[in-house]
C-alpha cells in the first residue's frame, strides 16, 4: 500500500491529468494498445478496432487505462497481490476519500490474465460491469509521437486520424 501511495504521488507531483506540471523533469511513459479483440479458428487473437490505451510511467508498476468510449473515466490496472494464482491484475477506480488519514478509496472493477501460448504478448481484460470477453491489452509499448499534445498511433496516423 505504502509503495502505491508513494507511486501516486510521483504521479501527482509530476504529471497532471493530460497535461504536465511545471516541473523541469516530466516523467517517460509507455503507451499499450487496449483493443477488442476476434479469435481466429486456430484460437490466434487479432485486433478488430482500438479501444483506449493504457499509460505505464516510468519507475511505476501501476498502468493508466483510457478507454475512448468512457471519456473522463480512467482505471488502473496493478498486479495483483491477494490472489495471483486466479488473476495477475486488478483493475481499479478511485475516489477521493473524505477520511483525512486515505486520500483515495480503491474499487476493484475487474481483473487482468495474461495470455500464454500463440497469444503471448496479450493480456485479456474482463471489467466486472462489462458483459465483454473480447477486450485485450498489448503488453508491447505502441510506437508513439506527441503531435499538438495528444498521442497519435502511427498506424493511424496515416490517415490522418487521432487516437
Do not use: C
Not at 495470455?115 to 458483459?131: A, E, R, V, Y
Not at 477486450?135 to 509521437?145: G, H
Not at 493511424?156 to 486520424?161: A, K, T, Y
Amino acid at each position: 500500500m505504502t509503495e502505491q501511495k508513494n507511486e501516486l504521488d510521483f504521479l501527482k507531483n509530476n504529471f497532471s491529468g493530460s497535461e504536465f506540471s511545471n516541473s523541469e523533469v516530466k516523467p517517460k511513459s509507455k503507451v499499450y494498445e487496449i483493443f477488442k479483440g476476434i479469435a481466429s479458428e486456430g484460437g490466434v487473437i487479432t485486433r478488430k478496432r482500438t479501444l483506449g490505451q493504457a499509460r505505464l510511467f516510468e519507475g511505476s508498476n501501476t498502468y493508466h487505462v483510457f478507454i475512448k468510449s468512457l471519456l473522463g473515466e480512467r482505471f488502473f490496472l496493478l498486479p495483483e497481490n491477494r490472489n495471483p494464482q486466479k488473476h495477475e491484475y486488478v483493475i481499479l477506480t478511485r475516489e477521493p476519500s473524505l477520511v483525512p488519514e486515505k486520500k483515495y478509496y480503491w474499487n476493484s472493477v475487474g481483473e487482468g490474465k495474461i495470455l500464454m501460448g500463440q497469444n503471448q504478448g496479450l493480456m485479456k481484460l474482463d471489467w466486472d460491469f462489462f458483459s465483454t470477453d473480447d477486450v485485450y491489452m498489448k503488453l508491447d509499448p505502441t510506437p508513439e509521437r506527441i503531435s499538438q499534445n495528444r498521442v497519435v498511433d502511427n498506424e493511424q496516423n496515416q490517415r490522418g486520424e487521432y487516437v
